[in-house]
């Protein structure tokens, strides 16, 4: 199925929305699309002006005595878009079936969030080498947000008190108590803990979310797809 494409300049003045400079019809997808454009400033390059092209699967930087421009192509068929963020959808359901992830359209961009489950760094790989190029979405347009449910803190927080032996502080309730973990320092922190920081010191509610984001939790019974059905 071919596809209409807009081109727009990356870099915009502050303030500016963004305006389509032009538009590149029967395009396949959006490296299609990129490599017609590649054509089309190779052309432009008997131009004394232009010094040079870098291609990317999405987008193109075409260089010039007094700087450079970026161009990004985006789907002008709004419906492709939606078929796109449905395909993407499916694709995390099938990678991580107990996890509920939401894909959504946030202004240009597509808003991928998710309860507990895999790290954000997991799915950002998995999008970027697998997907993104059948998408017809921007890779740079995605954004990633993992939130985390009572029980994964709980087992955050065990997870280092078994390693360093050091208690997280709790308030009355149960929950973890920030303000007072952001009073503790823990020094020299074990790198099975810090490997997703180049940082040895740090605070314990630094510590927590530095543990959770490199780590994978089990959804099961919570921020999983039963749950959320239940």
Known sequence: MSHTYRIFETFIPPGE???????????????????????????????AEVSGVTRYWDSLIVYRAGGLTEYEVEPLNASGRCAAIDLMSAALDDAWPDAAF???????????????????????????????????????????????SAPAWTTIAS?????????????????????????????????????????????????????AHSTAIDTDGHGSKRQAAA
């Open 17 to 47: 929305a963004p305006q389509p400079v032009g538009a590149i019809s029967g395009a396949q997808s959006a490296a299609d699309a990129v490599g017609r454009l590649h054509t089309m400033a190779d052309i432009a390059r008997a131009d």
């Open 102 to 148: 939401s894909v959504a359209p946030w202004d240009r961009d597509v808003l991928v969030h998710w309860i507990d489950g895999p790290t954000e760094g997991s799915v950002r790989e998995y999008l970027r080498f697998l997907y993104i190029r059948e998408f017809h979405i921007k890779y740079k347009r995605l954004q990633l947000r993992r939130l985390y």
């Open 159 to 211: 997870a280092i008190t078994t390693s360093i032996g050091l208690a997280v502080p709790r308030t009355a309730t149960g929950d973890i108590d920030w303000r007072a973990a952001a009073s503790v320092t823990v020094v020299e922190a074990p790198e099975s803990l810090t490997s997703a920081t180049t940082r040895t010191h740090l605070t314990l509610d630094e510590l927590l979310r530095v543990v």
